[in-house]
């Protein structure tokens, strides 16, 4: 359960230390990019703990990694960048659960 609580902690540092300003704002939308794991409904079964997300969701493959980078650095659209660095956050959080339990970053 500790990759669940990254998914809380990691963000809240992050906008702590760089979006100090703009703190609440930043930290609930990293958060709602959380539902980015409704992509797991579509699996059979839903969870299992030793199936790696990143490459086997469809939100979670490397084009949709690729398009969230780009959000990520979008200028003067501190929203978008938000959602873009959130759901970033979420994908390096994934991989490395990926490798903690199954000893690789993604699927193949």
Do not use: E
Request: one cysteine or more; aromatic letters at 12%; hydrophobic letters at 50%.
């Amino acid at each position: 359960m500790l990759h669940i609580a990254f998914h809380f902690i990691v963000p809240a540092l992050m906008v702590a230390i760089f979006f100090k300003k703009d703190w609440k704002r930043a930290y609930v939308i990293m958060m709602l990019t959380m539902l980015v794991d409704l992509d797991h409904l579509l699996a059979n079964p839903i969870y299992d703990p030793q199936r790696c997300s990143i490459n086997f969701h469809p939100l979670h493959g490397f084009t949709p990694i690729g398009i969230y980078a780009i959000l990520s650095v979008v200028p003067n659209q501190p929203v978008i960048r938000y959602i873009g660095m959130g759901l970033l956050i979420h994908m390096g959080l994934d991989s490395l659960d990926c490798y903690q339990t199954n000893g690789i970053w993604f699927n193949k």
